[in-house]
């Protein structure tokens, strides 16, 4: 049977665009590459914060250059680590790839697990949100420097709980933003994204949320992978990004879930079963903070990722629409 990237039906005729999500660890992109492998015309577009950098391959679980090779991903490797990459640029981006696999009649296959992303593209940007203000920004650095990052983020809980469900209390660009925002608007990054007029999209989006089916399972995976990342070099992967000199702790980069803590390892702060142990639970922490996105979205489609039949579930789907 050929795909068809348009619907039949008579209320929606826009191409289709088909996303795997869920949280980190849970099988999708070998999902993924299983749909190339198999020769349906669909093409990978990365929705990941980390596998958009150059020279992080091992912490960032980057599929191997072989994978590329049989089965290319769109959206990465397309920056510097000290570079800054925003969801606004994701968005740009993932619409002018997207456009460019529907021109040649095959399915953009959506696959990762940075939530903000799918949203943004998704709901489009928030207009109301005001440039930085030095003197706002200014005065949030002295008090992270003066509290430190837990109290910063409790603050954050009090004008914004949404978005401190989702930000990690580490990670201190994201934190700071959202209270530069609510300082200079004096309304919460959360209550602009709800205000925010939503574009209709070029094309019509169906969900597939991959994931195991306990907590249990999930944390078995993060370990497993954590472990192989270990094994595979990843200390020797952070000695090499160090010795370049322009990286520090202060790049969104290296404040990565696995970076992080092994550079407070080679920093002499953690001995390495304690490294090891932090890796883990910061995985497993961003996969919670993944599900709860996840869990708020009414329109996704959740499968089990040991299902042995998933990927005949996904396409017979395909197939109803299509």
């Known amino acids: 049977m050929v795909f068809s990237t348009t619907t039949q039906s008579n209320r929606d005729t826009r191409p289709l665009v088909l996303c795997l999500m869920g949280p980190t660890a ?25 596998l958009i950098y150059r ?29 800054i990459y925003s969801a ?37 940007l928030a207009a109301e949100l005001p440039p930085s203000d030095q003197i706002v920004r200014a005065r949030l650095a002295a008090e992270l420097k003066e509290c430190g990052s837990i ?15 989702c930000i990690h209390p580490h990670d201190q660009q994201r934190v700071q933003r959202a209270l530069e925002v609510y300082d200079i608007m004096g309304r919460s990054i959360t209550e602009l994204w709800v205000c925010a007029k939503h574009e ?13 089916t306990s907590r249990q399972i999930m944390r078995k995976q993060i370990e497993q992978r954590f472990l192989k990342m270990l094994d595979m070099g990843l200390v020797a992967e952070v000695e090499r990004l160090r010795e370049r000199g322009d990286l520090d702790l202060s790049n969104p980069s290296m404040r990565a879930v696995g970076y992080r803590q092994v550079w407070g390892y080679l920093d ?25 996105w996840l869990r708020a979205d009414s329109s996704v489609e959740w499968v089990n990722s040991a299902d042995p039949d998933l990927l005949e579930r996904i396409l017979n789907r395909l197939y109803s629409v299509a």
């Open 26 to 50: 849970s099988g999708k992109t070998a999902l993924a590459v299983d749909m190339v492998l198999q020769r349906f015309p669909v093409e990978i577009v990365s929705v990941d914060s980390t």
């Open 55 to 83: 020279e992080m391959d091992i912490g960032t679980a980057k599929p191997s250059l072989e994978i590329l090779k049989v089965a290319p991903h769109r959206l990465v490797d397309i920056i510097d680590p000290t570079e």
């Open 88 to 124: 606004g640029r994701f968005r740009n981006d993932a619409l002018r790839e997207i456009a460019s696999i529907h021109a040649v009649g095959h399915i953009p296959l959506l696959v990762g697990g940075t939530m903000l992303y799918f949203r943004v593209l998704e709901r489009g």
């Open 151 to 165: 109290a910063m983020h409790a603050r954050l809980s009090q004008v914004d709980p949404a978005a401190a469900l």
């Open 200 to 212: 209709l999209l070029p094309f019509r989006m169906i969900k597939f949320v991959i994931a195991p």
């Open 268 to 292: 002499g702060n953690l001995d390495f079963s304690s490294m090891v142990e932090r890796g883990i639970l910061a995985t497993c922490q961003l996969a919670k903070r993944q599900l709860m």
